[in-house]
Structures are given as structure tokens and as C-alpha cells.
């Protein structure tokens, strides 16, 4: 297929997809100058979207600010539809779970963060409730930092300057040349450990999901409360099983 040019590419859609994008869990309501701010695009053109959504049923409107309507779920059950991961990953998590008594999740990276696409919960270890469709940051997440190992140093490079790197708790690692050369190090390793950078009080333990030609497709998780799971915990019972999962899934996913 030969090379789109910017006259193949409409416009209109890709800042109505930037004004979606705008908002968040942080972000539940917003006004058109907040859209215009987040977007950087005029206020009209932030108008003229938000006012679009809401009369196709994607968003509502109170006078004041404009709040997404749930039929935007069906635009990620459309790609959800569309890939077996989720599906084939579901049956090993929820045994992993019981296995180990932990709560287990798997995701993909999408730019500068990761999305969960599976989960099986035996307790909640953040404060904020994750399920299919959280997005948390890739450089201080351990599912991130598996899957930003499966990328060369030039695209992890890239990565981590369109993102918007800052301390979520006084042990987030921020300095950039620190991330790559701990990324580098989970590459080698082949699993990451998150020690209370992305929250206080939460350990995680990673590891890439591959398919049958090795390619990485996906990242395995357990995440754990400090005061019960040490660190040395961690790689001595759970980094075995989830590196059984791993063996497992390379033989179910093509």
C-alpha cells in the first residue's frame, strides 16, 4: 500500500479523537477552554467537537462542562472484539490469582502508557480501582517497563520524552537516563520490580508475554501490598509462577 500523504488524512476526525483523549479520571468534566487547553486546539474547534459528541450521544452537556457518556465503551469493545488476547489471557490469570493469592493483571502499551486488557482481583492493592481499560503510566509501571524492554533504546528514548515523567511518590525514578539503564536491565533480567514508585505501600512484579515467534504481545503482573510481600518474596514464589504462566501462554498465543 503506498505512503499516506496528510491529503489521505482527515482533520476533523483526529482532533474530535484528541478531544475523547482529553478526558480521564482526573478529568471526568471539563469546559471548552480546559478541552481547548489540554488539546491545543481554538476554542471554536473545541466547541464545534464537544458539541458534535454530544449530539452523536458521546458526551453530555450541563451548561457549563461537558462529561462523556457511556457509549464511548463501545469504541473499545470494538478493538476488544476484535483481538483474542484478552480472551486467551483471562483463563491463566484467574488461576495465577488463586495460585499465588494475589491479584494478577496483563496489558499493552499504548505510547507513553499502558491499558489493561485483563484482570482477576483477590484483593485491591491501590487506591484507585483498576479493571480493563485503565491506563497508568508506562515508565513507572512494571507492566510498562517489560514492554518498553521489548522496544531498542532509540524507541524508549522517544518514549519516555513525550512523557510527561514526574514523582507520583518520593521513589519514582524521573531521571531519564536512570529509566533507560533500568529498562535496559529488565531487558537483560527478563522481569521487572516496581518498589513503591507508582504508589506508596504497593510492590509489583512483571514479565512479557510472548507469542510463538517470541515476539513480545503483552505484559503479566502481580501487584502486591508492601507490608505483606517483601521484595525477596516476590522473585523467590511469584516470579516462578508468572514465569510459568509466560512458558504457558508462548504455546496459546500465535
Do not use: W
Not at 488524512?9 to 471526568?28: I, Q, Y
Not at 484467574?94 to 499493552?108: G, H, M, N, T, Y
Amino acid at each position: 500500500m503506498p505512503a499516506k500523504s496528510d491529503g489521505d488524512l482527515m482533520g476533523g476526525f483526529g482532533k474530535g479523537l484528541a478531544v475523547l483523549e482529553a478526558f480521564g479520571r482526573e478529568r471526568e468534566r471539563l469546559t471548552i477552554a480546559e478541552v481547548s487547553r489540554l488539546t491545543g486546539l481554538d476554542r471554536a474547534t473545541a466547541r464545534r467537537c464537544l458539541l458534535t459528541l454530544e449530539r452523536l450521544g458521546y458526551a453530555t452537556h450541563d451548561g457549563k462542562s461537558f462529561a462523556l457518556t457511556v457509549r464511548v465503551l463501545s469504541l473499545g469493545h470494538a478493538y476488544l472484539s476484535t483481538t483474542p488476547l484478552p480472551d486467551q489471557l483471562q483463563p491463566f490469570l484467574d488461576r495465577l490469582a488463586v495460585e499465588i493469592q494475589e491479584s494478577c493483571s496483563s496489558s499493552v502499551l499504548d505510547d507513553t502508557e499502558i491499558v489493561y486488557l485483563a484482570r482477576a482481583a483477590q484483593r485491591r492493592v491501590m487506591s484507585i480501582g483498576l479493571g480493563v481499560g485503565s491506563r497508568l503510566p508506562a515508565y513507572c509501571a512494571s507492566m510498562g517497563r517489560v514492554l518498553l524492554a521489548a522496544l531498542t533504546d532509540q524507541q524508549v528514548m522517544a518514549v519516555l520524552e513525550r512523557t510527561a515523567i514526574r514523582p507520583l511518590t518520593p521513589k519514582t525514578l524521573t531521571d531519564i537516563d536512570a529509566l533507560i539503564a533500568e529498562i535496559a536491565r529488565v531487558r537483560v533480567q527478563g522481569y521487572a520490580i516496581i518498589d513503591e514508585e507508582l504508589e506508596m505501600g504497593l510492590r509489583s512484579l512483571a514479565v512479557p508475554i510472548r507469542n510463538g515467534a517470541g515476539r513480545v504481545v503483552a505484559a503479566l503482573n502481580t501487584g502486591v501490598q508492601t507490608s505483606r510481600v517483601s521484595v525477596d518474596r516476590l522473585q523467590a514464589e511469584m516470579l516462578p509462577a508468572l514465569l510459568d504462566v509466560q512458558r504457558r501462554l508462548a504455546t496459546v498465543i500465535s
